[in-house]
């Protein structure tokens, strides 16, 4: 099992090294590629490898991890970036993926927390990071995207990999301006790909991390417009972000539009709960009941507690809000301790 660990870099000084301690047991080899550190980024990394090479920014992410790949001696690589430290390798899981075969990309599980407005949270998300390089490759200057060299259709699964994704935390993002620059490279993109759906996407995103929610409608709504299938693999994020987008933005009435995807997402909690959030804030409580219902089970979702707590508690304040104390409390008990649960039992029982 022969796996060589690619990664690009730029001041990562904080991170690297905390990263490195993590996936250190699991790999075989370490390729850094330095996009122009000016800190002790590349001292760091030579604790740990003799495989650092320069790369020239030339805005382009799919240019700098294609070269990163050209320097790796194994055909199996996992793509790391300097703000995400391994959580859990299950080697056997990792052997028999390989063994497999060599076609398949394996899909790490990415957690990565964050500030939400009541309070700390977490969204998980499965990433193609685990792939065999002799027929795969980047492709997409900004949030680029692993594609086969072939230009053919491929299979993915997840693989036994999980990594903390400290990076996502707002103070971070903040500290290091990754959103201006991911948009401007993004705008930059944009102009000579200007039907590109998974660009529009993108840019919502961005839009929507820095709570620009005019701009991020806009984008989303775009993107909506020019995606050609739904069931590719960014379609279903489109699809729930643009929903959180039109309830942020107070489009209730026109979010509501979105229940005609739930003959792709029916199954999904995280599809599930955004239209129940959608039903609530147009006055269709009972609408909103059973579709927060359909979220809870064993299926996970990428927001924590999406699958468990989070509609049993949204359940309980329709319940409140209704003046059927006696169902809301019930309800609030069912969320195992959650804090906001706990207070609004508190305030009833007063």
């Given at each position: ?27 075989d ?13 590349k001292?760091?990394?030579?604790k ?28 199996w690589?996992?793509?790391l ?57 980047y ?9 086969a ?26 500290s ?74 107070g ?57 468990s ?22 309800y ?19």
């Open positions: 099992m022969n796996i060589s660990l690619c990664m690009i870099v730029k001041n990562e000084e904080k991170n690297l090294g905390k990263c490195l301690d993590s996936i250190l047991d699991y790999i080899e370490i390729v850094i590629v330095d996009t122009g550190s000016t800190d002790h980024t001292e760091i990394a030579r740990y490898t003799d495989k650092i090479f320069d790369f020239t920014w030339c805005d382009d992410f799919s240019k700098a991890r294609n070269y990163s790949l050209s320097k790796a001696s194994n055909d690589v996992l793509i970036d300097a703000d995400e430290i391994i959580l859990r390798f299950d080697k056997k899981d990792v052997s028999d993926f390989i063994l497999s075969g060599p076609k398949t990309i394996g899909r790490i599980k990415r957690i990565n927390p964050f500030e939400g407005e009541k309070g700390d949270s977490k969204y998980i998300e499965r990433v193609n990071r685990f792939f065999n390089k002799k027929y795969y490759s492709e997409g200057a900004i949030h680029e995207q692993v594609v060299i072939d230009g053919s259709n491929y299979n993915m699964r997840s693989v036994g990999i999980e990594v903390d994704h400290i990076g996502y935390l707002d103070e971070v993002i903040s290091t301006n990754k959103l201006e620059r991911n948009i401007n490279l993004l705008l930059k993109s944009i102009k000579n790909n200007p039907k590109d759906a998974y660009l529009h996407y993108q840019i919502g995103k961005s839009y929507y991390k820095k709570k620009d929610f005019q701009k991020a409608y806009e984008s989303f709504a775009e993107s909506i417009s020019l995606c050609s299938d739904f069931r590719l693999e960014y379609a279903q994020d489109l699809v729930e972000s643009y929903g959180y987008t039109l309830l942020k933005y489009k209730y009435s026109e979010a509501m539009e979105l229940k005609k995807y739930q003959i792709y997402y029916e199954n999904s909690p995280d599809y599930n709960f955004i239209m129940a959030l959608i039903y609530m804030n147009n006055g269709k409580f009972q609408d909103a009941v059973e579709s927060f219902e359909s979220c809870i089970g064993e299926k996970e979702g990428k927001i924590e507690g999406v699958n707590y989070l509609p049993n508690y949204n359940i309980g304040v329709i319940y409140e809000a209704l003046g059927i104390n006696q169902a809301a409390v019930m609030y008990h069912k969320c195992g301790g959650y804090n906001l649960a706990e207070q609004r039992i508190k305030q009833i029982l007063v």
